[in-house]
């Protein structure tokens, strides 16, 4: 289970930093954007994280991590691939933070399962 997490984890990390790099190609050059609203796609996408992080926290106390933790991941990879497809301004906003609202809890969650499983 360990390894998987942070594969998981591994995997985001990888694909946030390969997300950035390519950000202002597809919302200045693709979806004829400015660079205030590119700046405003990467701030939205961390208030998402913010927001997103104690509401799933309730819902894994309620229903546990792992069911929280794999829609999570379900969730997030939708968003992801659904951001890479589009190129109206409006789903590059809902994409990434519907994806942004997962990705806190399973970074928090492998921390957590990391301290409770490790010496």
């Known amino acids: 289970m ?8 591994f995997v985001n990390f990888v694909g946030v930093g390969a997300l950035i790099p390519v950000l202002p190609y597809a919302v200045i050059d693709e ?3 400015s660079e205030t609203v590119m700046t405003l796609l990467l701030a939205s996408f961390a208030l998402a994280m913010m ?3 104690p ?3 309730r819902l ?3 229903f ?3 069911r929280v933790l794999l ?5 997030s990879v939708i968003g ?7 190129t109206d301004i409006t789903m590059m906003f809902f994409c990434p933070n519907s994806g942004g609202i997962c990705i806190r809890q399973y970074w928090r969650d492998s921390g957590d399962y990391h301290g409770y499983h490790c010496p």
């Open 71 to 75: 829609g999570s991941i379900l969730f």
């Open 64 to 66: 546990g991590r792992r």
């Open 55 to 57: 509401i799933l926290g």
């Open 31 to 33: 979806a004829g954007a």
């Open 80 to 86: 992801h691939v659904w951001f890479a497809m589009t």
């Open 60 to 62: 894994s106390d309620y």
């Open 51 to 53: 927001i997103g992080s």
């Open 2 to 9: 360990m390894q998987g997490l942070l594969l998981v984890v």
